[in-house]
């Protein structure tokens, strides 16, 4: 979870900061049309700003929103200072979240960075709950809080009510009890069995957490009153299951073929559910942590899943937003002046060659789909009606709505990236096989390559080809009760040797008996980790 | 529906468990760090806080990831010369420009700088004199003790106006009120009631209500008794009570330090830094203990003086050296102004290891019979010296006369000055 956690949505931090380009694009890209319908009624002029006006701007915002179809949560701004904000980095954005060291280094990093000047703050953070939260910076002019606004209260914050994913997988109006059920129930266990080892169980669980999400079937939303009462519950059913499958007394007759049947029959993505469910060793109250471990992961998943389309859905109405406060006059060209600014410096992509290169930036990318998709719906050309012809030419504002509510990264690339996109962006493809001495174009912005490109990029997005498939394969339920993990390579990947064997030390730590990990490609096991300690040679050598 | 909430006057130290947290779990290693960088660090500048750097390796949560290899297909932004099935020479070790995987290489922790954060003055201080005790302490804390201060210790029934507590007083004079009128209360309550029933009965029989003699003798029964509870005084003399405050004797939070030191021309410059160290670390480590300091600079070649910190350090004197000079005088000083009562007094003194022949053994003695009954500890650093001369021996008798206060090392240079010190200082078991 102290990973660059794409809860926390920060979309001014990464960013070079690039003045020069940013106003010299800003120029070519805008010229500044006023609306004569509309007389000029500022709604402020000067940069400081102030309770009355945040109100003032944030009713504004939202008229302008609700004309645009934007349905949203609540809202909930809350002005912090910047430490604050660094305190709200450290527990990944969370109002409250169970303590951890791990959030205690990130803090630190944070604090380290910031005060170095390496890193300015984010100017907002938003939380995916009804009411949705969101953080202001006291610090920003009050050009930034409109933007921010616009950016976190309206375009995030509709995105969370709206995306499929977010309202299938995450119960917006309970997030925050459970969190403090979450926290509450952490601290007790703490008390009572001593913080040292609730932090040796939170480590693995913490390590474990991309394999704790189920990416098919569908969670019931979490309730904490629910949560509350069906614990005890869990915890006498848990006992139950568990006594039947670790019973010892043989049974008095155990058909033959029930030898072979491994356990469980199908392999299991969650591993841990699995271990939740089904480690031999654990009390109840670990199991419990595990689940809470668990659940907040369940509850990021939509966000990973989302970066390119959340971001570049809030970007694109804060840029909308704040243009059209300005085409009707309740801004001063000075304060759009500023916001362009800002905005600019956070689409700004680097080029591959650039130092500042680290990959795709999510709000370029999102940015310039979502705005070529209202391009596409407004003034087609022959090239779209071509590739969409479901689109070109229809009420922008109906297809934003419904690429927003129906897709997640994967699929809104491969279903909407154009290729006037490809182009602007100059992307190309590179295949690095690393049996091969050279590196290979696949494909650039060309008429040959762009649905080749396309799907590259999506897949790119595709979770389940950058995280390593792990399942949990077979439990030797009559013999030594070890735990056997499969990775399923993807184009011949293998895992990371120094970090697997780690991870298996925490899989241990939880599972209670040995635990065995195989890379497998096409059914071949190709290598393997066993710990306590074997390699690969050893394991693989013997078969 | 929007709200907005200004929280800047909430707290802003959440993360405050979560980083001491951090810090506890990592102790062993910022430790390593602090000792690292006191052997860095000139002293004058000690007393800050300090950058800590771990090895990222050490501080990474891992997590299952792809190793290099296989096949990884990406795409990236800013084509300029590329076409369609274009050959690259593959970039030197891995990252960069056109080269596979991007942010996920860096969850092994390799290739990544240190993890480096900063931790405060107290915290720096806190780990560097970790696991150091002042010898003695406990022991002054008992004894001796000179300083009072006054406590509240429950209530007494004579005292000042200034003490009294009114609501205790008047507590006491209720429940005395309540004591010495109950019997006549209960009685009253009687009359009454019996006159009712009096006036009930005559009722029934529907005569008019007139003084029989029963009635008049209760009545006046009644009369008697209202007057003799009226005469109950509201508050006596013996319901006051006075807040009692009691002397408890205070451990002493004063200490001196003497700083002694040989300036004679054997000294140089360098030692002479070595030893101003020395002196700084032992003021340092001393004022996290107690409230209030004071430092005496008694520098000497062949007579003592007392003197202010800069001549102590950088005003340079030739000629012979008597150490027992220096010796008079610290006793001097310390029967004048620092009554061992009322002082924790630290002796530290820094020396090449001159001194004229036979004055190392009245050195000796004026050690164990005037200044070692009077100190809580007395440590002697001989500083830059190859052989060890009469007065390393004579010091020796000494300490082992006065095992648990008098200590002594030797220095050779700048490097060994806190490991010296931790020695010196290093908590013993009981």
């Known amino acids: 979870m102290t990973r660059s956690d794409p809860s926390v949505h920060q979309p001014f931090s990464s960013i070079v900061d690039n003045n020069e380009m940013a106003i010299s694009r800003m120029k070519n890209s805008r010229e500044l049309p006023l609306n004569p319908n509309f007389k000029q009624q500022f709604l402020s002029e000067g940069s400081e700003w102030s309770f009355e006006l945040l109100a003032k701007y944030d009713k504004k915002i939202a008229e302008l929103a609700e004309e645009f179809g934007l349905d949203t949560y609540p809202n909930q701004i809350e002005v912090i200072s910047s430490e604050q904000m660094m305190d709200a980095y450290a527990s990944i954005g969370m109002p409250l979240m169970y303590n951890h060291w791990s959030f205690g280094k990130q803090f630190l990093s944070t604090h380290k960075n910031y005060q170095r000047g390496a890193m300015g703050l984010a100017y907002e953070i938003v939380i995916n709950s009804s009411p949705c939260i969101s953080y202001l910076m006291e610090e920003n002019t009050m050009a930034m809080q409109a933007l921010v606004i616009a950016h976190a209260c309206y375009g995030h914050n509709s995105f969370f009510k709206g995306n499929y994913l977010f309202t299938s997988w995450t119960d917006a109006t309970a997030i925050i009890d459970y969190l403090l059920f979450a926290k509450q129930y952490i601290q007790k266990c703490e008390e009572r069995y001593g913080a040292e080892q609730v932090e040796q169980l939170l480590d693995s669980c913490h390590a474990l957490m991309n394999y704790g999400v189920n990416r098919y079937k569908r969670p019931v939303p979490l309730s904490p009153q629910e949560e509350?009462?069906?614990?005890?519950?869990?915890?006498?059913?848990?006992?139950?299951?568990?006594?039947?499958?670790?019973?010892?007394?043989?049974?008095?007759?155990?058909?033959?073929?029930?030898?072979?049947?491994?356990?469980?029959?199908?392999?299991?993505?969650?591993?841990?559910?699995?271990?939740?469910?089904?480690?031999?060793?654990?009390?109840?109250?670990?199991?419990?942590?595990?689940?809470?471990?668990?659940?907040?992961?369940?509850?990021?998943?939509?966000?990973?899943?989302?970066?390119?389309?959340?971001?570049?859905?809030?970007?694109?109405?804060?840029?909308?937003?704040?243009?059209?406060?300005?085409?009707?006059?309740?801004?001063?060209?000075?304060?759009?002046?500023?916001?362009?600014?800002?905005?600019?410096?956070?689409?700004?992509?680097?080029?591959?060659?650039?130092?500042?290169?680290?990959?795709?930036?999510?709000?370029?990318?999102?940015?310039?789909?979502?705005?070529?998709?209202?391009?596409?719906?407004?003034?087609?050309?022959?090239?779209?009606?071509?590739?969409?012809?479901?689109?070109?030419?229809?009420?922008?504002?109906?297809?934003?709505?419904?690429?927003?509510?129906?897709?997640?990264?994967?699929?809104?690339?491969?279903?909407?990236?154009?290729?006037?996109?490809?182009?602007?962006?100059?992307?190309?493809?590179?295949?690095?096989?690393?049996?091969?001495?050279?590196?290979?174009?696949?494909?650039?912005?060309?008429?040959?390559?762009?649905?080749?490109?396309?799907?590259?990029?999506?897949?790119?997005?595709?979770?389940?080809?950058?995280?390593?498939?792990?399942?949990?394969?077979?439990?030797?339920?009559?013999?030594?009760?070890?735990?056997?993990?499969?990775?399923?390579?993807?184009?011949?990947?293998?895992?990371?040797?120094?970090?697997?064997?780690?991870?298996?030390?925490?899989?241990?730590?939880?599972?209670?008996?040995?635990?065995?990990?195989?890379?497998?490609?096409?059914?071949?096991?190709?290598?393997?980790?066993?710990?306590?300690?074997?390699?690969?040679?050893?394991?693989?050598?013997?078969? | 529906m929007t709200h907005i909430i200004d929280r800047r006057l909430n707290g802003k130290n959440k993360s405050t468990v979560n980083r001491q947290r951090f810090l506890d779990r990592y102790k062993k290693h910022i430790k390593e760090a602090v000792n690292q960088t006191i052997k860095q660090r000139s002293i004058k500048d000690m007393e800050q806080g300090t950058e800590i750097s771990l090895p990222s390796r050490d501080v990474s949560e891992p997590i299952f990831h792809h190793g290099s290899g296989g096949v990884n297909t990406r795409v990236h932004p800013g084509n300029k010369e590329f076409h369609q099935g274009d050959l690259i020479q593959r970039p030197p070790s891995g990252g960069g420009g056109g080269g596979a995987g991007e942010g996920q290489a860096s969850n092994t922790g390799e290739g990544m700088d240190d993890f480096v954060f900063q931790i405060s003055?107290?915290?720096?201080?806190?780990?560097?004199?970790?696991?150091?005790?002042?010898?003695?302490?406990?022991?002054?804390?008992?004894?001796?003790?000179?300083?009072?201060?006054?406590?509240?210790?429950?209530?007494?029934?004579?005292?000042?106006?200034?003490?009294?507590?009114?609501?205790?007083?008047?507590?006491?004079?209720?429940?005395?009120?309540?004591?010495?009128?109950?019997?006549?209360?209960?009685?009253?309550?009687?009359?009454?009631?019996?006159?009712?029933?009096?006036?009930?009965?005559?009722?029934?029989?529907?005569?008019?209500?007139?003084?029989?003699?029963?009635?008049?003798?209760?009545?006046?029964?009644?009369?008697?008794?209202?007057?003799?509870?009226?005469?109950?005084?509201?508050?006596?003399?013996?319901?006051?009570?006075?807040?009692?405050?009691?002397?408890?004797?205070?451990?002493?939070?004063?200490?001196?330090?003497?700083?002694?030191?040989?300036?004679s021309g054997s000294m140089t410059q360098a030692i002479k830094d070595i030893a101003k160290r020395f002196f700084i670390l032992l003021y340092l480590f001393l004022k996290r203990n107690y409230k209030h300091i004071d430092v005496v600079f008694i520098r000497h070649h062949t007579t003592a003086q007392e003197v202010d910190e800069e001549t102590f350090f950088y005003s340079r004197e030739t000629g012979g050296t008597i150490v027992s000079s220096a010796l008079e005088l610290t006793d001097e000083v310390i029967r004048d102004r620092y009554n061992p009562a009322d002082w924790n007094i630290y002796v530290a003194q820094a020396s090449d290891g001159d001194n004229w022949d036979d004055d190392s053994i009245r050195c000796a003695k004026i050690l164990s019979e005037k200044i070692m009954p009077q100190v809580q500890y007395f440590a002697y650093v001989e500083i830059g010296s190859r052989f060890h001369q009469n007065l390393w021996e004579e010091y020796r008798h000494v300490a082992s006369a006065f095992p648990e206060q008098f200590a002594m090392q030797d220095l050779t240079d700048a490097g060994d000055i806190y490991p010296v010190f931790r020695e010196l200082f290093e908590r013993r078991d009981a």
């Open chain 1, 228 to 543: 509350e009462a069906r614990l005890k519950e869990r915890e006498e059913y848990r006992q139950r299951q568990l006594n039947q499958l670790w019973n010892t007394i043989p049974k008095s007759e155990r058909p033959k073929d029930a030898e072979e049947k491994r356990f469980p029959d199908e392999p299991e993505e969650n591993i841990l559910y699995f271990i939740e469910k089904n480690a031999p060793l654990l009390d109840t109250w670990q199991r419990e942590i595990i689940r809470i471990v668990r659940k907040l992961s369940q509850y990021f998943y939509p966000q990973k899943q989302t970066q390119v389309m959340n971001e570049g859905w809030a970007t694109f109405w804060h840029y909308t937003l704040i243009n059209e406060l300005y085409n009707q006059g309740y801004i001063t060209e000075g304060m759009l002046l500023e916001c362009m600014q800002s905005h600019t410096n956070v689409v700004f992509q680097p080029d591959f060659d650039s130092p500042y290169y680290s990959g795709i930036n999510p709000y370029t990318l999102g940015f310039n789909m979502m705005r070529d998709i209202q391009r596409i719906c407004q003034n087609p050309t022959e090239e779209d009606k071509e590739w969409f012809p479901d689109i070109a030419g229809s009420d922008w504002i109906k297809t934003l709505d419904y690429a927003m509510r129906n897709y997640k990264d994967e699929s809104f690339i491969l279903q909407f990236l154009s290729p006037k996109v490809m182009r602007d962006l100059h992307l190309f493809g590179i295949r690095d096989d690393k049996e091969q001495e050279h590196l290979e174009v696949t494909a650039i912005h060309d008429e040959v390559g762009y649905r080749e490109l396309r799907k590259e990029l999506s897949d790119q997005y595709n979770l389940g080809n950058n995280e390593p498939n792990i399942q949990v394969y077979n439990v030797n339920v009559r013999g030594d009760r070890s735990i056997t993990l499969r990775h399923y390579m993807h184009d011949k990947r293998p895992l990371d040797d120094q970090s697997s064997q780690e991870m298996l030390k925490h899989l241990h730590s939880l599972w209670g008996f040995p635990v065995k990990l195989e890379s497998v490609d096409d059914q071949i096991v190709v290598q393997a980790w066993e710990c306590p300690n074997k390699t690969t040679e050893e394991l693989i050598g013997k078969a």
């Open chain 2, 121 to 263: 003055q107290d915290e720096f201080l806190d780990y560097m004199f970790e696991d150091l005790e002042l010898p003695n302490l406990v022991r002054k804390q008992l004894k001796d003790a000179s300083q009072f201060e006054y406590r509240r210790a429950g209530f007494t029934s004579a005292g000042t106006p200034d003490k009294l507590n009114v609501v205790r007083s008047l507590k006491n004079a209720h429940a005395r009120r309540i004591a010495l009128g109950g019997k006549k209360r209960k009685r009253v309550k009687e009359i009454l009631e019996e006159l009712e029933a009096l006036d009930e009965k005559t009722k029934a029989e529907g005569t008019e209500i007139e003084d029989t003699p029963i009635r008049a003798a209760l009545l006046e029964e009644l009369e008697e008794l209202r007057h003799k509870l009226g005469k109950l005084p509201f508050i006596d003399d013996f319901d006051l009570r006075y807040n009692n405050l009691i002397k408890v004797p205070m451990p002493s939070t004063r200490a001196v330090m003497f700083c002694v030191m040989d300036v």
